[in-house]
């Protein structure tokens, strides 16, 4: 868990552009499985290939992870509930040669679980990395109007 991960200026730089009512949100019926919490997400990078013209806002992210490769990055939003709801738990990939990094957008009473682990809360600009095939879940959360994560899954610099 890495509090403060990006300088300020940047954090706030890229929570700006996609707290603004003109980044472009996808909605998708379910989180996770069928019948699981529906949310908005935008895929900027999703089996090794760039999916987004809005990639370039995440540079300073990815120069510090310096990945040696992107496998899937995303950014998922969850509206309001009036109560927390887990989103389901998931493995982002089987292989257990790739990490995944969430990065909070938001402090709110939500949160990231791994199995088997407390509770993560979330944070402005705190990231949490974990192997991908680590079984996980978010939640929605009920004091914000929403709560966004930046998903990364990619392989690690040797």
Known sequence: ITKNFLPADQYNFIKTKLHSDMFPWYWNDH?????SQPQFTHTFYDKCFRRSDHLPLLEPIINILNPLAIF???????????????TGMHQDLKDERFISS??????????????NSDLINSEDNKLVTFKSNIEHTGSTTTNAK??????????PTL
Do not use: H, M
């Open 72 to 86: 899937r990055i995303k950014v998922n939003c969850n509206p309001q509930t009036s109560s927390i709801i887990e």
């Open 146 to 155: 929403r709560r966004i994560v930046l998903s990364i899954i990619y392989l």
């Open 102 to 115: 969430v990065l909070f957008l938001d402090t709110c009473d939500g949160y990231l679980r791994l199995k």
């Open 31 to 35: 989180s996770v499985k069928p019948n």
